[in-house]
């Protein structure tokens, strides 16, 4: 995307969405681009013809429980903090605000822990898990973006890894945003699959991710893969004297201070940007 245009589509976001820890299209800027590109008249692209596989039926306790061990032995528990379960109650109320039942392995994780508050001591490699209430905001957030282009998911063109797995909307009311990086990106769960994917897929999406990419078939998958690079050495949890960094746990390699520029790397999967 031209730089211009991403400055003017995102200009002025921030009120409003603090709160939730995005930055997100306004209103106001979503009709300047549409005055300046005529991003509204924009098709949608042809959707592949075929079913996306199913939702894999998964346990996730185990590897929670490897999470939960190399997190001790690793990180300060006065920094890396997780809030309490969440209750068989506040999963329900979430489900019925997003109109969707969540798999057996979101429940899970979130009676191990109802995500986290801190932006930049967050367990995925810097990055948050979102409280329930956090993760249902950041999605009323994205459904009121969507109403603001009109209802046209694709008013800003995009691209998805692999090709034909997940949609290359801008916005897709189905995506469940898992965590934020605090500029309106997110790994989420993928409940709109394209024929060449999984129903309940991990993904990358959000503000600054114009090419989607599928991370993992399932949230199981996602966990073991972070946990694999975890114990294999794959961190840094030390700042340089002459380093400047929002977070400081890290992937080794590559050396990028962003998990998601990381995880495209490590994955093959092109850059974020058209």
Partial sequence: MDPTRRNLLFGGTLLGVIGIGGLLPSACAILQIR????????????RP???AKPMLEEDIAPVLARLDAWYAAHLSPEKYVF?????????????????LPMPRAYRQLYQWHDGENDDRWGHIYGLPLLPLDQAAAAWEQWRRTLAEFGGNP????????????????YVNRRWIPLTSDGSGNHIGLDFDPWPGGRHGQVILFGR????????????????GWVADLLERGN????????ETVLREFRLKLPQVDHFHEGARILLGAPGQFL
């Fill in 35 to 46: 005055g300046k590109t005529g991003m509204s008249t924009i098709s949608p692209p042809e």
């Fill in 154 to 169: 694709y008013a800003i063109p995009g691209g998805a890894w692999p090709k034909g797995s997940v949609d290359p909307a």
């Fill in 83 to 99: 809030n309490p379960p969440a209750t068989t109650e506040q999963l329900d109320a979430f489900e019925r605000r997003v109109g």
């Fill in 235 to 242: 961190f840094r949890l030390k700042v340089a004297a002459d």
């Fill in 208 to 223: 600054d991710e114009d090419v989607k990419v599928v991370l993992a078939d399932s949230l199981g998958e996602f966990l």
């Fill in 49 to 51: 013809t075929g079913e």
